[in-house]
Every structure is written in structure tokens, then in C-alpha cells.
């Protein structure tokens, strides 16, 4: 089930999303999750101080391991001039003053955070300091010039007496807010720029254990609720008995749910889940029973030659592919992909009559509650919305088509009490939101001075915005906007262009997975490129160059190159190099690997990063090594199968991702600030490591390997 258009923009507020200094923000909805303190005052929506001098800082993006939280915090203690260490974090509730700027919800994705929220919080910061100097000046009775702030405190530069901001809270309140401040130079940040580890507070709540994910929410009377989920993409119950599965110890309640699932709700989650085997469900197991991959992948290839729609067309492709000099071409296989976060999907949700309670890690926080309220027959307003810390995502976590969202709801609907729906790891490899089976054909021509001179590829894979409502932005003349990302946008000197797509329909449920399109679209455009460099005889690193106009990505290749010794590259190893954008951040990569017994080791990889500028490097540095790590599983291991119509595969034993004997022994990471519009981090390394792994595995065995995930025996 989706919602349609008019449904969520019902659900969720068109307000505008800029900040306006002036809002008051009552959080009560919050007030009931913190230690209540007495007098705290509320400047915007952002920033508390208390009169303790209790600095707390409230997000909009939520924390699934990439480090918002404390890049964020930085953004705003730098300009406040308060301690970045002592700020205390509370996840935002739902209001459109939170919502991404442009965007109509609140939402963790895309590598946006940073990116779309550091000027905002900024000025928050700024904006507070001002008001705070005038409350100290007016007391004191001198200029505002006469003051610093430093530390969370107003200094009287000639007396030295301090007054913390936390005693300033009932004289703010007279002082009115600033409509316009400067931002600090980067000559005068102190935090900003600087390389800064994990905020203290989020460590010690992650490694004490007073950290809350969405798994460790408890509340009173609060029961829990495993799920039936069909085998086969797309059955349909016939009927269902669970006359034993009542018997047994713990069992509250078993209901079939509108989408096809039944819920098993019990006293304690383990329960629920022995009963399941208790069930006997009568499947009506539809068409999709008949389909095994082999089947999918022909329907894919055969799609060629049928309705395949225009991406990009420009210059004369068949002229330039009749007098090139070497044409190169190459067919491409990228499986259906699980994204298994540590911590599988769960939402509690407490309906109580036209209100409702909904405590959930999720990126898409203004969908899922609105997904919630349409299910649950309450307003969006009613629902109080708790965010969680995320057990990882990669993507699963912010999926359009709401799944998880949506079975709490259905389970949690008119029960009046608690429940948490909690999904096995097996239900979510064999029955979760994949990234979707891609199959394309590259075909690249080249002249004899080595310009590229045509290129030509038919990319065939599901939508993942149809039916959801991000289709009326995403899904235009039968293309989704993510076949599009770095491919029909590469940033080559092409002459000729003929590139097309095709969005197949199935029952498969489909996600976007970590840098999502470019998943994809990085290995196609940085292999063949490879390819069409090693077919007149060019270095690839100096063929990308001579191919390249924007001296960003000429200044990271040659990064990379003098990084990695490039040009005396050692022999018995394989180099492969390869550069993409995406989400507005370049990265390039050199990548070593060394293969042994038809088997391969990623051993060093070295990278180059220009996200414009990087607001805590060593944030971007993790970032990037995460990325890396987090590719070579994907690239060694994992795939998602069918037979029948069900998946093959069930849990970690037989659904590998990426292991701590496949870390290579060094990944180093080098950044350019160069001053450009900024780019996101979280997702930017993963496409340059699929192709450079591609690249160098060509370097070491002399055979093309365009089949993921890529097993050289």
C-alpha cells in the first residue's frame, strides 16, 4: 500500500521550510522523553538554553552511524561560541520548520544534511550569540563591542566578568531577534574545519547502552508482534488456521493484515514468533511463482529491443560508431541487493482512539507518520512522533513505499495498547525493499587521437518512485530520475549520445541502496570508459584526463596518481582508477587488489575527495572508508536470487556482506577544498569503488568482469 499524491500532501504540511527567527516552538511532545527542567528558553526551534547553562541542540536528521549529530552540533556551537562537548542532542519532532529547505517533510537522505542544513543552524548559532551579547550589555550596561562569547559564556573584554548564557535566559526574552548577522570567516572558526571525533555524549550513550534504538523502546503494557510475510512476491492468503498457534503460552491476538501478512502479537517477541510455525496459511501464490532469475534476466535483455524510452540523445551516434577508430562494448548484471542493517526493522506504535504514539528510527519521518495516520484513521497531528538512533540503514530505513511503516500500523490499528512489530533478519533478506536487478548494454566509440566519440547503453531496471509519492517529482515519461543519476549526466566529452532505459513492473519490492542510481551507473560509465582506453592503447588514468573538461576531476586524478605511484605501479597486482560525482561531491579512487587462487584482496586504496569543503574532515575520512568497505562486500558476496518467486537466501550464512578479513590494509583518503558549492559525504564513495574494483581486476587477470557479484573462479 502507497499513499497517492493529494494523500501526502495532505499528510504532510506545505509550509514553508525557512527558518523563521522569530518561531516560538513549544516542544511538550518532547518534554515527556528529557528530564522536565524548570526555565528554559526556547529563541527558535532549534536551540534550548536552560538556566543551568544547558546548551541543547534539537535535530531534524537523525543518526544512523554517518555522524550528523556531531557534524551538526559543530555547525552550531561554532557560531554560538558555545561548548561543542556539553551540547546535549534531541531529535526533532514533526514541524515544517525542520523540513529539508524545498522539500515538503523532514527527512535523513541523499547525503543532504550537511549540505542543505549548515548555513541554517549557523545563523540559529549566531543569531543567539547576538541576542545573548545585547541581554550582557544592556545588564552591564556597555557596548555590545565591550563583549566576547566564548564557552557558553558573554566576557566583558576589559572587567573579564563572565556571565554564562545559561543566567541570561530571563533578559533574552526582552531582546529582540536579529533579522540579519554574519557568519563567521572560516579564518575564525574553531570548530568548523577542524578534525573532530564523535561527540562524546553520542559515544558514551552507544557504548553504555543509554542509547535508545527503535529495538530497545519499552513501554508499560506494551506488547510485541511478529509477522507471516508471503513467500512469493505478490500472494495472496486464501485462508489461514491458527487454532493451535491460540493455544500457545503468550498469545494476545492473530490478525490478518489488509496487505497480505498476518500478525502474530504476543506477550513477548519470542513468543510471537514460535507461533508462527503454528500458522497454516493457504497461499494463492499468483504469477510471480512462475519467474526464477534466469527468467528476469532474459525478460531484461529482451526488453532491447522492445519499449525502451530516451534518456539522452544528442550528435550523430551511428555516424560516429560507422567511422570510429575501436568500438567497445560490454553487458552488465547487478543483482537485487538487501541492504541488512545491523538492527532489522521495527516500529511501536499506541493507538488510542483519535491519537496515537509512534516511536520509530526512520529516515522518512513526515511519510511514515503520515502513513501511520492514514492507516490508523487520525489526524497526523494527533500522532507523537519519537525518533530512535538507527541501527545502520544503507537505505532500508527510508524506504518510499513505507513498508514497515506500514505493517505496525495495520497491527498496532485499534488495539489500545502498545506494540512493537519487529522483523526477523530472514523477513527482511527474503521479503524486504531491494536495490533493484539492473541489466545494461555499453557500447563506447573512440577515434584514433583517443576522443570518445559515441556513447550508446540500454539500462533496464524497477523504478524505485513509481507508486510512491515521490513519483509526480521522480518518475517522468516512463524514466525514474534515479536511471538518470550518472549516466546521462557523466561528466565525459562525449560527441554523441544515445542512451535508454526501461522501468519493468513486478511485485518485487524495491529501495534505494547507498548512492542509490550510481550504484550502478559509476561501474557502466567509469569500465567502459576503461575498456575504450585500453583499446588504443592509452594509460586509463591519462585517457580519463584527455576525455575531461572540468579541472576538479583532472586535479583529483592526478591526486589519485601521485598517490598511489601511478605510473611505476608494482607488478603481480592489479590498478584500477576510476572518478564519479554524485550528490554533488567528486571522488576518485585508485584501487589495488591482489589475486590469489581465483580468489581477490582489495590491499590499499587511495582516494581523493572534493565535496567543496569539509566541515569535519575527519568525519568525511570515515565517511569514505566506511564506503569502501561497505563496496567490496557488495562486490565479492552479495545477491539476492530467486527461484520459484521466492528468495533463495536467508540470513548472514548465506546472504554474506562485506567481512573484517576483506578490509583492505589501507585506505588512504585525501581532501581538496576547493571552495565549490558543497556536496554531500555519506553516500560519494561507494561509486568509485565499484568501478575501481572492476578496473583493477582487469589489471591483474586480463578479463573483463562486468557480472556482480564478481567471482573470478
Request: net charge neutral; hydrophobic share 35%; proline share 5%.
Amino acid at each position: 500500500m502507497s499513499l497517492n499524491r493529494r494523500e501526502f500532501i495532505k499528510n504532510t504540511s506545505l509550509v514553508s521550510s525557512a527558518f523563521i527567527i522569530g518561531f516560538n516552538l513549544p516542544t511538550k511532545g518532547m518534554a515527556a522523553k528529557v528530564e522536565k527542567k524548570s526555565e528554559v528558553i526556547e529563541p527558535n526551534a532549534f536551540i534550548k538554553i536552560d538556566k543551568d547553562n544547558t546548551v541543547t541542540f534539537i535535530l531534524g536528521q537523525v543518526e544512523m552511524g554517518q555522524g550528523t549529530y556531531s557534524t551538526m552540533a559543530m555547525c552550531i556551537a561554532d557560531e554560538l561560541d558555545a561548548k561543542w562537548d556539553e551540547i546535549i542532542f534531541e531529535p526533532a519532532p514533526i514541524k515544517a520548520v525542520y523540513n529539508i529547505p524545498g522539500m515538503p517533510m523532514m527527512l535523513t537522505g541523499g547525503s543532504m544534511s550537511i549540505k542543505t542544513q549548515q548555513q541554517r543552524v549557523r545563523t540559529v548559532g549566531a543569531s543567539l550569540k547576538l541576542m545573548l551579547k545585547k541581554a550582557a550589555a544592556k545588564k552591564w550596561q556597555v557596548r555590545v563591542y565591550d563583549l566576547e562569547t566564548k564557552d557558553s559564556y558573554v566576557i566583558n573584554k576589559r572587567t573579564k566578568e563572565k556571565l554564562s548564557y545559561g543566567s541570561l535566559v530571563d533578559d533574552i526574552k526582552k531582546i529582540q531577534i536579529p533579522t540579519d548577522v554574519t557568519l563567521k570567516k572560516p579564518s575564525e572558526y574553531t570548530l568548523i574545519g577542524k578534525p573532530m571525533k564523535r561527540h562524546p555524549i553520542e559515544v558514551e550513550e552507544k557504548l553504555t547502552g543509554k542509547g535508545i534504538f527503535g529495538i530497545d523502546v519499552r513501554l508499560p503494557d506494551m506488547k510485541y508482534a511478529a509477522l507471516i510475510h508471503p513467500k512469493v512476491f505478490g500472494a495472496t492468503i486464501k485462508s489461514y488456521d491458527d487454532s493451535e498457534a491460540k493455544k500457545m503460552p503468550g498469545i494476545v491476538k492473530i490478525k490478518q493484515l489488509p496487505n497480505n501478512k498476518i500478525a502474530i502479537i504476543a506477550d513477548k517477541w519470542y513468543q510471537a514468533k514460535q507461533a508462527i510455525e503454528k500458522v497454516k496459511v493457504d497461499w494463492d501464490l499468483g504469477e510471480f511463482a512462475k519467474v526464477s532469475s534466469a527468467d528476469l534476466e532474459k525478460e531484461y535483455i529482451a526488453q532491447y529491443d522492445k519499449d525502451m524510452k530516451v534518456m539522452r540523445s544528442d550528435g550523430d551516434t551511428k555516424k560516429a560508431f560507422d567511422s570510429a577508430y575501436k568500438i567497445e562494448e560490454a553487458n552488465y548484471y547487478f543483482p537485487f541487493l538487501a541492504h541488512s542493517p545491523m538492527e532489522p526493522e521495527n516500529c511501536t506504535i499506541f493507538h488510542k482512539g483519535d491519537k496515537a504514539y509512534m516511536s520509530v528510527g526512520g529516515q522518512l519521518q513526515t511519510l511514515y507518520r503520515g502513513t501511520c495516520a492514514q492507516i490508523l484513521g487520525v489526524d497526523p497531528e494527533n500522532i507523537e512522533y519519537y525518533t530512535n538512533y538507527l541501527g545502520g540503514s544503507f537505505g532500508r530505513r527510508s524506504t518510499p513505499n513505507s513498508d514497515f511503516i506500514i505493517d505496525a500500523a495495520y497491527i498496532a490499528k485499534d488495539e489500545g495498547y502498545p506494540i512493537m512489530m519487529l522483523w526477523t533478519r530472514e523477513d527482511d533478506v527474503k521479503g524486504g525493499s531491494y536495490r533493484p536487478l539492473t541489466i545494461s548494454n555499453a557500447k563506447i566509440a573512440v577515434d584514433k587521437e583517443g576522443n570518445i566519440t559515441a556513447l550508446k547503453t540500454n539500462l533496464v531496471n524497477q523504478s524505485l518512485t513509481q507508486g510512491t509519492p515521490f513519483e509526480a517529482f521522480m518518475f517522468k515519461d516512463g524514466i525514474d530520475a534515479l536511471q538518470r543519476e550518472g549516466l546521462d549526466n557523466h561528466p565525459y566529452t562525449i560527441g554523441s549520445h544515445d542512451l535508454k532505459s526501461f522501468c519493468p513492473q513486478s511485485p518485487v519490492t524495491v529501495d534505494w541502496l547507498r548512492s542509490v542510481g550510481h550504484t550502478t551507473s559509476a561501474p557502466i560509465v567509469e569500465n567502459i570508459i576503461d575498456q575504450a582506453a585500453v583499446a588504443v592503447g592509452m594509460d586509463p588514468l591519462d585517457f580519463r584526463i584527455k576525455n575531461l573538461e572540468n579541472p576538479r576531476f583532472v586535479n583529483l586524478l592526478k591526486n589519485v596518481a601521485k598517490q598511489s605511484n601511478w605510473y611505476k605501479r608494482e607488478k603481480n597486482s592489479g590498478y584500477g582508477v576510476a572518478i564519479a560525482e554524485s550528490f554533488g561531491s567528486i571522488v576518485a579512487m585508485v584501487v589495488k587488489v591482489k589475486v590469489t587462487d581465483n580468489d581477490y584482496k582489495v590491499e590499499h586504496v587511495w582516494s581523493a575527495v572534493d565535496c567543496g569543503y569539509a566541515f569535519n574532515p575527519l568525519n568525511v575520512e570515515n565517511q569514505i572508508e566506511s564506503a569502501v568497505n561497505f563496496t567490496i562486500g557488495y562486490t565479492k558476496y552479495s545477491e539476492i536470487t530467486f527461484t520459484n518467486g521466492a528468495v533463495d537466501q536467508n540470513n548472514f550464512y548465506d546472504y554474506t556482506v562485506n567481512r573484517i578479513s576483506d578490509a583492505p590494509e589501507s585506505i588512504n583518503v585525501e581532501i581538496i577544498n576547493s571552495g565549490e558549492k558543497l556536496g554531500g559525504i555519506g553516500e560519494v564513495g561507494v561509486p568509485p569503488m565499484f568501478a575501481g574494483i572492476m578496473n583493477a581486476l582487469y589489471d591483474a587477470t586480463g578479463k573483463r568482469h562486468t557480472r556482480f557479484p564478481i567471482k573470478l573462479g
